[in-house]
């Protein structure tokens, strides 16, 4: 159900755009969809380079380091389900989302959110020192030790670092986080050839922005992330279902509800 995420509440006639979206100009949908980019990042641009100098000392470091593993799991489930939430907010904001069925909303969310997240992650990413920006410092992967899957963060951190080598505009993300969202092949969709729909149009407005942005070489460099991306989903839900089997009833009562309603 989607109740968790807020999705019976909205008014479905409110929205400015309604679908089909083909009368808008591609022009329009990019402005549209980078502005939904912009309201719905937890931190601009300019306030993560003001941080960039918070980084986390040998204490705090190894405050996390000997927290115990359902602890940093039920932690860090937190602060993803926070970033989700984000996500979720950003998806209701792309033009066509909202005009889906209830259903292929979430189950293109249970499929996409966290790969969104992963990629917004590289905004948060410093590769001088390959940190992320979590919990109000930078964090390098030792951090994350208690979690015990070092190959899920190490293969995080790795995408993160080589997404950042892409510099994309915070425009290029937007557009490209909407396309990874809206895809016409993800399970459990009733109404596939809408989604398609859309799709379409998103694609044509990351074609725009590269090709006005004289960057078309970058799309292509983009379009190979995406089976990455996927990999990296798989693998967490694998350690998912590994924690789970080790701590059913962390994940019963004190993971946060939306995390298991996408992940679990
Ligand atoms: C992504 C960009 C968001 C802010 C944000 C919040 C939480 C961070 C996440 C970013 C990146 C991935 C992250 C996560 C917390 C835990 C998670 C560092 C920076 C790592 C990969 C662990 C995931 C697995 C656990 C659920 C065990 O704007």
Redesign the pocket.
């Known amino acids: 159900s989607g109740s968790e995420m807020g999705f019976r509440s909205f008014d479905p006639e409110s929205s400015f755009f309604s679908y089909p979206t083909s009368h808008l100009h591609i022009e329009e949908l990019s402005a549209s969809i980078v502005r939904s980019h912009r309201e719905t990042?937890?931190y601009r641009p300019e306030e993560l380079q003001a941080l960039r100098w918070k980084v986390f000392s040998r204490e705090e470091i190894h405050a996390y380091q000997s927290k115990s593993v359902d602890e940093m799991?039920q932690h860090?489930?937190v602060?993803?389900t926070?970033?989700v939430q984000y996500v979720v907010e950003f998806a209701k904001r792309i033009p066509g989302f909202r005009q889906l069925c209830q259903n292929d909303q979430i189950a293109l969310l249970k499929s996409g959110s966290m790969e969104v997240?992963l990629v917004?992650?590289s905004r948060?990413f410093n590769t001088e020192n390959n940190t992320?920006?979590?919990d109000g410092k930078f964090a390098g992967t030792e951090l994350?030790k208690s979690?015990a899957?070092g190959d899920?963060?190490a293969a995080?951190f790795d995408f993160a670092h080589n997404l950042c080598a892409l510099r994309l505009t915070e425009q290029q993300m937007a557009v490209f986080t909407a396309l990874v969202l809206i895809n016409a092949d993800r399970p459990c969709l009733e109404d596939r050839e809408r989604v398609q729909k859309v799709r379409r149009d998103v694609e044509l407005a990351l074609s725009h922005i590269m090709h006005r942005d004289n960057q078309e070489s970058l799309l292509h460099k983009l379009y190979q992330r995406v089976p990455v991306l996927k990999s990296l989903c798989a693998l967490?839900i694998e350690?998912l279902r590994w924690f789970r089997q080790l701590y059913p009833l962390t994940v019963h009562s004190l993971f946060p509800p939306l995390y298991k309603e996408l992940f679990g």
Do not use: G, P, S, Y
């Open positions: 990042t937890q799991w860090c489930a602060r993803l926070d970033a997240v917004r992650m948060m992320v920006f979590f994350f979690l899957c899920l963060i995080v967490h350690k």
